[in-house]
């Protein structure tokens, strides 16, 4: 196992365009998370999973964003009608156990430039 | 809403000074408090939380509630140690709250 991983690593779309990130956790991970992170600031909490469940979303995500994690694997974040805006460095981290603070374990993150 | 703030953007210091960096948070709970760091070309992951009272790297950082902070210290800086480093709040149900993040540059 190798860590989360991320894909893909760098994404140049249009405005307008639809965009899906995916996110593997490591394996025995519960608890998925995204985060954006824009350039000068800290990772922004997006959403979160545990297991296959959504239990919280951020008040800053928009309806044009949405994520689902099937089977409580793997995770996609998907954009729709994608404005200049979103442009950021889209994390997902994991994390295993019952508590919220346990150890997060990021992945390297999917940049994403809308021109 | 809650915030962190790290009032640092860019700390430098010289190889063997001593360094602290600032973390201040809003919140008047009972808070878990964590510093998360970024080396060059890796990933973020978690240098220390204050639930568990351990040194890592020579770091510590002790919470003061009075204060509402939550500094990283280290007695002598090493040139490795240059890093982004990421202050971080969680709250049962409002989940993670990252600050801006302090970039460090320990030069020889």
């Known amino acids: 196992d190798t860590g989360v991983s991320q894909n893909p690593r760098h994404k140049i779309t249009k405005r307008g365009q639809n965009v899906t990130f995916r996110c593997d956790p490591i394996s025995e991970h519960n608890r998925l998370y995204w985060y954006r992170q824009t350039l000068g600031q800290g990772p922004e909490f997006l959403t979160y999973f545990q297991n296959e469940a959504q239990l919280e979303k951020s008040r800053l995500l928009s309806d044009r964003f949405s994520a689902e994690r099937p089977k409580g694997s793997f995770s996609t974040l998907e954009i729709q009608r994608t404005e200049q805006g979103d442009s950021a460095m889209y994390l997902c981290a994991s994390s295993f156990g019952q508590g919220g603070s346990d150890e997060q374990y990021f992945g390297p993150g999917t940049r994403l430039t809308v021109t | 809403a809650q915030r962190v703030t790290q009032p640092e953007k860019l700390l430098s210091v010289f190889k063997g000074a001593p360094v602290e960096l600032k973390c201040n948070y809003s919140y008047s709970g009972s808070p878990e408090l964590f510093w998360y760091v970024q080396y060059s070309r890796q990933r973020l992951q978690l240098l220390l939380r204050?639930?568990s009272r351990e040194s890592i790297k020579g770091f510590t950082a002790d919470l003061n509630k009075g204060e509402t902070s939550f500094h990283l210290k280290k007695p002598f800086a090493q040139e490795e140690d240059s890093a982004m480093y990421y202050c971080a709040h969680y709250n049962y149900g409002q989940n993670f709250v990252f600050g801006p993040g302090t970039r460090l540059s320990v030069l020889p």
């Open positions: 204050h639930i």
